[in-house]
């Protein structure tokens, strides 16, 4: 038997504009454009391959190593669209094999681990729609291609590109126009970096599709919030991206973070994604900036209490000068940094700024941050030497 294979890798992007709500659930288009920031995929990425043979019974998918459904309605819709597209090439060339009429294997593995408490479903689905759509060989462009992982899950669209990202949300009914496009390339703001604190949560969060369809049926803040404020926001950080200007980037985000939790907080039944420890980190990040008299740091939170602080890499010393304390006590820095870098930060902050400062370093922040994820803003899915499926048998390796 003759088995087909593409495999490529995806990222995780964190949005620095938050897209909260639906207009159609269906077609999965949003209430608002968002913005985001790809990062880097030595840390975070999903590597997927996709096989297809005629000889093949039914669509399997492995995750992680584990069989798993590919039932859910929003997979199903991603994998019909790539057919449809593939389907429209073997119509133009009879030459072409009929991919699109054979069953699919996929195989699909994170690099970071579950316990890290991120969510992988956009770089999940931009992976999987990459993988087919060059498996297929299929013409069409990033753009085009992240109106489909739009389907899967809506952050997922703006996964297909590395640097800075922007989720138009369009107008047109079909959904046609909603779609993702890059708003600066990596090359040109690479000094971008971000550390990610796992703050340790004990309760499950509302799941994002479920607590935004609370959001858009019970809060009145929320018609402000789309109205109004996202939709200068969206100008306004597009434009201090391309510019790179530093302070205002940070001011929105850490802003439209606020707008997005107080929407939360204003549903009916409200919904808490921020915890105490996340209330600390925001307020070390506005001691911090307040300190230096200059925005050198910004947060955001998802739906849940983990933050992302985004940050210059020039300004990285004066940052971990803070955060020295806390990088001694947790996981996951280990790779970029050894004890005598560390030493050094603690140092800078002993010497430059300890006499300085008043704020009070709270220790019970170091005792609710499990792990600290090091990374920096990255490039878009990458073709991969590494195959997950064995081409013989078009089995999982
Ligand atoms: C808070 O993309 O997970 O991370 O489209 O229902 O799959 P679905 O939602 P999802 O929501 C992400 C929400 C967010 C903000 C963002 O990434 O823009």
């Given at each position: 038997m003759t088995v087909h294979v593409a495999t490529t890798t995806a990222p995780v992007n964190i949005a620095t504009l938050k897209y909260w709500g639906k207009r159609d659930a269906n077609l999965n288009l949003p209430t608002n454009s968002s913005i985001s920031v790809t990062l880097a995929q030595d840390d975070l990425r999903t590597l997927t391959s996709a096989a297809t043979s005629e000889s093949f019974e039914k669509d399997t998918l492995w995750l992680n190593g584990k069989e798993e459904s590919l039932s859910n309605k929003r997979t199903q819709d991603c994998l019909q669209d790539l057919r449809d597209l593939r389907h429209q090439l073997e119509s133009q060339d009879d030459n072409l094999p009929k991919m699109s009429q054979w069953k699919l294997h996929i195989v699909s593995e994170n690099?970071?681990?579950?316990?890290?408490?991120?969510?992988?479903?956009?770089?999940?689905?931009?992976?999987?729609?990459?993988?087919?759509?060059?498996?297929?060989?299929?013409?069409?462009?990033?753009?085009?291609?992240s109106r489909i992982a739009r389907k899967g899950s809506g952050s997922a669209c703006r996964s297909l590109f590395g640097g800075f990202?922007?989720?138009e949300m369009g107008e047109a009914e079909d959904g046609s126009d909603s779609m993702a496009v890059q708003v600066l390339p990596l090359d040109q703001w690479s000094q971008m970096k971000a550390a990610i604190l796992v703050v340790s949560d004990l309760k499950k969060d509302t799941p994002s599709t479920q607590g935004m369809q609370l959001t858009v049926a019970t809060s009145d803040l929320f018609q402000e919030r789309i109205n109004k404020v996202v939709p200068n926001r969206f100008i306004e950080m597009k434009d201090a991206i391309i510019k790179r200007d530093?302070?205002?980037?940070?001011?929105?985000?850490?802003?439209?973070?606020?707008s997005f939790h107080a929407t939360c907080l204003d549903s009916y039944p409200p919904i808490f994604y921020i915890n105490d420890t996340s209330k600390k980190i925001i307020r070390l990040v506005h001691s911090i900036n307040s300190f230096f008299n200059e925005t050198i740091v910004a947060y955001t939170f998802d739906a849940g209490p983990n933050a992302v602080l985004y940050y210059l890499e020039e300004n990285e010393y004066k940052l971990f000068a803070f955060l020295y304390k806390l990088l001694n006590q947790v996981e996951g820095w280990e790779p970029k940094y050894n004890k005598e870098q560390l030493n050094g930060f603690k140092s800078i902050f002993e010497n430059d700024f300890k006499e300085k400062i008043e704020f009070f370093m709270d220790p019970e922040l170091y005792q609710s941050i499990t792990r600290i994820i090091l990374t920096r803003a990255g490039p878009g899915p990458q073709d991969s030497k590494e195959c997950l499926i064995d081409e013989e048998t078009g089995l999982p390796k």
């Open positions: 690099n970071f681990p579950t316990a890290a408490g991120l969510a992988s479903s956009a770089a999940g689905f931009a992976a999987l729609v990459v993988a087919i759509a060059k498996l297929y060989k299929l013409p069409q462009d990033m753009s085009e291609l990202v922007a989720w530093f302070t205002k980037f940070a001011d929105l985000t850490m802003k439209d973070s606020n």
